[in-house]
């Protein structure tokens, strides 16, 4: 029977621990990241707001958030990776519905015209 050598521990490496590490290891740049691993990164800011981090949008996209990742953590990404990720988070995207306005039957008065059109 193997010993484990007395370094080794039972909790679990955090994903940026795990960044920390590998950058002080001389790594710069990651790529083909298992969305497993992207998930604890992207969990930690996406209740945030993206122009806390200097970025203009108002709400993580995953292209921005692909972004993120490259430029903070030195992960080069796909989009359809970082997607995974977020639906292993059980978050939902969801879309705004463009609905064409209406105008009501009133609309002249409204705008200080006569009834007759």
Not at 3 to 30: I, K, M, N, Y
Not at 31 to 41: F, I, K, Q
């Amino acid at each position: 029977m193997r010993s484990r050598s007395p370094e080794v521990s039972d909790q679990p490496l955090r994903a940026t621990a795990v960044v920390q590490l590998l950058r002080q290891a001389g790594f710069e740049l990651f790529t083909g990241v298992p969305c497993s691993y992207l998930t604890p990164l992207i969990d930690a800011v996406i209740d945030e707001d993206p122009r806390d981090y200097g970025y203009r949008c108002t709400v993580w996209t995953a292209p921005l958030l692909g972004r993120y990742l490259k430029e903070v953590h030195g992960i080069e990404t796909s989009c359809k990776s970082v997607s995974r990720a977020i639906a292993r988070l059980g978050i939902r995207w969801k879309r705004p519905r463009h609905r064409l306005g209406l105008r009501p039957d009133t609309w002249r008065q409204a705008k200080g015209g006569s009834k007759t059109a």
